[in-house]
């Protein structure tokens, strides 16, 4: 047992180095207006789809992904293959309007669809919300775990964090951003899947007694775990992936982190390679990282337990106490890499949507490129501090479970988005009344579950599910009434629905 060594630290030291002289390099060619949102067109689309991989895997994956299986079951696993539902509806719905649209961010399609800038920064606003707490939760998670093993200050290591990913978010634009993010994600790929390796060649039985603990443990589902039930509102393997498939497709269509990455082409080809390849990256990892925590539990029966082995800590306090000297500087700063891409795309995408949804839509005279650049470097500046100041504070508490904790969050806010997105796209009766009509509704339903109905009652995993039933019962129906009331025989614009004009 070693622990964290002067050699990792300067392992981790280095790293970090080379992340922000990457995150430059890529900067050197000033980007203005447009080019520092969307990219100058010159990132190949792999480099993309990494980036999409890199900024859903967070540091909450990362850690509470391994920790849920080493503490319980594969229960949480089954949320990843939600994929399989939301990237076929996103390819085969959401990216052919997209792509026709060229739009600039995830809102600018709700102004498009339903004519009302009024929309496009209210789902921005929410989004902007959505964005600086998952960030503040990104930073202060792994920041805590490393801060543990490390003996570093944790405020020393969330501002750290948070001052790197700003200087290249803030120089570069998105350019750089996705640039980082392949960096960091393939590090992170290439580092968990050594660590699962070199745990099994250190387990007595290697994978086969990971595959005894599911029998004999009851380590791959619980004996008592539904698969399926009735009520969508209860617990069950079959709402776990339904309803996480809607939560990620949440992502996919109306969170602008990852919309962005699809606005820097139009190629409906190269979109659907990015979106194929971030899924199967995903599930891989998702599957190694149960993989390890199954393992992790046999090891420990096996072995004497690290210190710092709570549950979300438990696979960063074996990367520190197991692996070899020097690779457990490059896995904790993976750890740390993994939630300083998704902070660095948060800061990116908050300045996007910020300049090019509410600055410009509540400007009187048209933004320059030149004046929409310096308002996105200087909201990516304010929120990076923002955050950095809410992680800390956040780091004084704790949550049990980040993963489902976040998820619950996910669910309420993108939750609610997606069901406005949906209207529009599956719908031509929809007008800006019913819309406004179904958020309302929306918003004011999931804020009662969400806060006043016990956690027992509904799960988490319904939430996006709720969200779309309650805009589609309530929107379709008042934009209908609208209509007949305002005489109104109005159509959607062009492309802005699944179905052709």
């Known amino acids: ?21 990457a995150g430059l390099h890529f900067a050197k060619k000033e980007m203005k207006g447009k080019e520092y949102f969307k990219g100058d067109g010159t990132v190949p689309w792999w480099v993309t789809s990494v980036s999409i991989f890199a900024t859903l895997l967070s540091p909450i994956s990362f850690l509470s992904l391994a920790g849920n299986s080493y503490a319980g079951t594969w229960i949480m696993w089954f949320a990843q293959l939600g994929m399989l539902l939301a990237i076929p509806l996103t390819i085969k719905f959401f990216l052919p309007i997209y ?13 498009l669809r339903f004519g009302s800038k009024g929309l496009r920064v209210l789902g921005a606003v929410m989004f902007i919300v959505y964005q600086i707490g998952r960030m503040s939760i990104i930073m202060y998670l792994p920041c805590m775990v490393l801060g543990s093993l490390t003996g570093i200050n944790v405020n020393l290591l969330i501002i750290i964090m948070g001052v790197i990913a700003i200087i290249y978010s803030y120089t570069g634009g998105l350019k750089s951003v996705l640039w980082t993010d392949f960096i960091q994600g393939s590090v992170l790929l290439i580092g968990v899947t050594f660590a699962l390796i070199f745990l099994l060649v250190h387990l007595d039985g290697g994978i086969g007694s990971i595959f005894q603990a599911f029998a004999t443990e009851h380590k791959f589902l619980a004996v ?31 969170s602008q982190d990852i919309v962005q990455r699809f606005t820097t082409t139009t190629d409906t080809k190269k979109l659907n390679k990015m979106m194929l390849t971030n899924g199967a990256l995903s599930i891989f990892i998702a599957t190694v990282f149960y993989l390890i925590g199954t393992g992790l539990f046999v090891f420990y029966k096996q072995n004497a337990l690290p210190p710092a082995a709570a549950q979300d800590q438990i696979f960063a306090s074996y990367i520190a106490f197991e692996l070899p000297v020097g690779v457990t500087g490059l896995l904790l700063a993976a750890i740390y890499a993994a939630a300083q891409s998704t902070l660095s795309t948060g800061l990116n995408s908050v300045a996007s949507s910020w300049t090019l949804d509410i600055q410009s839509s509540l400007s009187k005279k048209e933004l320059g490129f030149e004046k929409e650049t310096k308002i996105g470097q200087r909201v990516s500046l304010i929120v990076g501090i923002f955050a950095i100041v809410v992680a800390m504070v956040l780091a004084n508490g704790g949550v049990k479970s980040a993963y489902e904790w976040f998820n619950g969050f996910m669910g309420l806010v993108l939750g609610i988005l997606i069901g406005t997105f949906i209207l529009g796209a599956f719908t031509k009766v929809a007008n800006t009344f019913g819309a406004v009509a179904a958020f309302i509704a929306s918003s004011a339903v999931m804020v009662y579950i969400k806060y006043f109905v016990p956690a027992d009652k509904v799960t988490i995993w319904s939430y996006s599910i709720i969200s779309i039933v309650v805009s589609l019962v309530i929107g379709i129906p008042a934009s209908i009434i609208w209509r007949k009331v305002k005489g109104d025989k109005s159509v959607p614009a062009p492309n802005t629905t699944i179905f052709k004009n």
């Open 224 to 254: 008592d775990q539904p698969i399926f039930n009735p009520n969508i509102l209860k617990d069950s393997v079959f709402i776990m992936i339904v309803g996480a498939g809607f939560n990620t497709m949440g992502s996919y269509v109306s």
């Open 99 to 111: 792509s026709k649209l060229d739009i600039d961010t995830a809102y600018h399609y709700l102004e």
């Open 1 to 21: 047992m070693q622990g964290f060594t002067y050699i990792d630290l300067v392992i981790l030291i280095v790293y970090l180095a080379a992340v922000l002289f």
